[in-house]
């Protein structure tokens, strides 16, 4: 697991490839976590499938009910098949985009 920050966003990276391990320490590590944005950079990971960003679901809806963003970047999927309640996006670039972009709609009151 790699932790990178910058400014109000955390950029957490799958180093290991064990999708359940990973989702495991992050959970444990959350609280650390809780008072910044959420990348989740699970791009790396090739095997990935909709069961396994399931699994990020409570730690999204907890995120989102603390007023922070929580965003999944993963690539090869069918981004259609993917719950509406959790925000997954092909790149880094798009997620920072899509924080951004929460954090203005924030800052207005929506």
């Known amino acids: 697991m790699k932790v990178d920050q ?6 957490i990276k799958d180093t290991q490839g064990d999708v359940n391990a990973f989702l495991e320490k992050v959970t444990q590590q959350f609280k650390t976590f809780e008072k910044h944005n959420i990348i989740i950079d699970l791009s790396s990971d090739s095997k990935l499938s909709e069961n396994d960003l399931k699994a990020f679901l409570p730690l999204s ?12 970047v993963a690539s090869d999927l ?10 997954v996006v092909p790149s880094l670039l798009e997620a920072h985009d899509i924080i951004e972009m929460e954090e203005i709609e924030r800052d207005l009151g929506f």
């Open 6 to 11: 910058k400014g109000h966003t955390v950029t």
């Open 78 to 87: 069918d981004f259609n098949a993917i719950s509406d309640k959790l925000l």
């Open 61 to 72: 809806k907890a995120h989102k009910k603390a007023k922070k963003s929580f965003v999944i």
